[in-house]
């Protein structure tokens, strides 16, 4: 008799670690919601990022074989001592990719600020798969309606996206994401946190940053402090008298040496190891509500790095809520 | 067997043999030669496949040290060793050994054959794999050479972020990479007094974590490497993998090194050692018992544009091959 058994990595149907799919009514409280957006009609960059929802995806799926194969099911970490045990039923749900309308940019915002909303106000914490960070916006926007007002954001990546006006993107591109959040929603200028920061961003944005309080903590300064040093100080920023906090993650805060898959090639920012390390040490806090991990676009990576390092940085993230067993 | 060196070519043209060697079979093998060999078999890998081409991979990118070693010295700066291709022949290039893709049994008899005759004619073999998975024969026959002509056993060493103990895959079964050292240990070829890991970072499956542990296995860690600085971390591996052994397998699998540096591997890896840590492994290793080499894991179809993993695999083996084939008269 034919039996539904453990398949290879490379096949079966590419759910965010082999998580059964969902729908947002079906969601229980304390369930980790994985949310697609294929949008890339914002980035003034390379294109590619719609790919990334299927990309991470695919990549997730390879990186836990290993974990529902092991006879003990689980894995460890040799530096760490972390274990990951598969998730319990109903801890992790996939619910696919969110509507979007690719020539229609503010139905794709309602439609993405809607369903933030409505995850978590299932009690469930929303994991979004950009998608350029423009969507970061709508998205940020839903989860903090959602939790009451105030939300805190750390944001994990090479630039500020503080853009006002750019002559030729306009008001509404992923350069912008930020200033339009803090324009348009409960989260203020002092609970937002940039990571990873470095190279060149313009100086308006540098000047807005500082002038409005935010906390800029570059790529030089994760080093010199560590991971956990660094985590503890963007969470008191963040989190100081905010609801929750948002997880941001822009691929592009990895140097383009190691992760080249994003619309952006840049050097010197942080190596994967140090972006594991952020994810795992922030992943302890409770305060956090919501996780994005955007601007990932496979075909821009045929080492296919990129997607995969997206993928376990979410795992590292989402650890004690799903992987703990 | 060709009778001569190969005149200079330029990088391209010619027979891709390693460095430029001479081609020849077990028969021509002599004392003190070195034997390279290709294994290419992936058939094993979970992650992506590939391997299989990374011995062609490694003997066309050798070309662009066979070019200027075949016309000058060439003295590595950090080291100061002097390189010159011998005017006697030191390196033979066998070619690949035989491998029945779809008949793994067949190919570990085959591979363990072929290793017995090569270490048994006292030479030094050079592995250019394949997937990790083809160590185990290998490894078997080498150790029933060596025994054969010392009456002593061999340790193994294994750069691997893996530590490759597990037992059965629920996919695989039991041919798969995941096994090899495993495989090697329940064979008998070495004791597990003799076995060291080197690099061994990130998640592993937990019974394999678990059976080191218990069985008190020598794991040298990532984080212990940090620590302690490779060259120790080395010499300390090699004096458990040494003791009382007449000679020392050592396999080095890409992964162990972070994927910043060498990109081509089955799976993606976000941290590991640096590629000058492992070149400075090299320097320790030819200084000891190391007696055969064989680089797995190469998976050249991951960056078809790049050459940056076979060209790292080809400058391991030549600091390797530094004091001995390749040292200046």
Known sequence: ?325 | MTAELRPPYPDTPGILTFLGAPEGDVEHLQEGMVAVAGVSYDLSTTGRIGARFAPRAYRETSQYYASALAQDEMVEIITGDRMRRANRIRILDLGDLTVYPLDWPRTEAALREAMARIAGRGALPVILGGDQLVSAPLVQGFAAAVRERTGRGIGYVQFSSQLDLGEVDPVWGNVWRGTTARRILDSGAVDARNMAWIGTNGYLRLEDWEFAQKNDLAVFTLDAVRHHGIVEVVERAVETAGAGCAAIWVTVDVDVVDGGYVAMQSVPRFDGLTNTELLHAMDVLRRTKAGALALVGLTPTVSMVSVAGQRFGVWLVIRFLASSALASP
């Open chain 1, 1 to 325: 008799m034919y039996t539904r058994d453990l398949l290879p990595s490379f096949a079966g149907v590419n759910t965010f670690a082999r998580a059964p799919v969902g729908t947002i009514e079906s969601l229980a409280p304390g369930a980790v919601a994985i949310a697609g957006i294929a949008h890339d009609g914002t980035s003034s960059s390379r294109q590619g990022v719609r790919q990334g929802p299927r990309g991470i995806r695919e990549a997730s799926v390879d990186f836990v074989y290993d974990l529902y194969a092991s006879s003990r099911k689980a894995l460890v970490h040799v530096g760490t001592g972390r274990i990951l045990r598969p998730p319990g039923d109903p801890q992790l749900i996939d619910l696919g990719d969110l509507p979007i309308a690719p020539m229609d940019l503010a139905r794709t915002r309602e439609g993405c600020q809607r369903a933030a909303a409505a995850i978590v106000r299932q009690g469930a914490f929303p994991v979004m798969l950009g998608g350029d960070h423009y969507v970061t916006y709508p998205f940020a926007r839903g989860v903090g309606e959602a939790v009451g007002g105030h939300l805190g954001l750390i944001q994990l990546s090479t630039q500020l996206d503080l853009a006002d006006r750019d002559s030729v993107w306009g008001r509404d591109w992923h350069g912008a994401t930020i200033r339009r959040l803090i324009e348009s929603s409960g989260v203020e200028p002092r609970n937002v946190v940039f990571l990873g920061t470095h190279g060149y961003v313009t100086y308006p944005e540098w000047e807005f940053a500082q002038s409005r309080g935010m906390t800029m903590i570059t790529a030089d300064a994760v080093r010199a402090a560590g991971a956990r040093a660094t985590v503890q100080r963007a969470l008191a920023v963040a989190n100081a008298g905010c609801d929750g906090v948002y997880v941001s993650l822009d691929v592009d805060v990895v140097d383009s040496g190691y992760a080249s898959g994003t619309g952006d090639v840049l050097v010197g920012g942080l190596t994967p190891a140090e972006v594991l390390a952020l994810m795992r040490e922030l992943s302890t806090s409770r305060s956090i509500v919501a996780l994005d991990a955007v601007e990932v676009a496979p075909g821009l990576d045929q080492r296919g790095r990129s997607e995969r390092l997206a993928a376990e940085a979410i795992i590292e993230l989402v650890a004690p809520r799903v992987f703990a067993g």
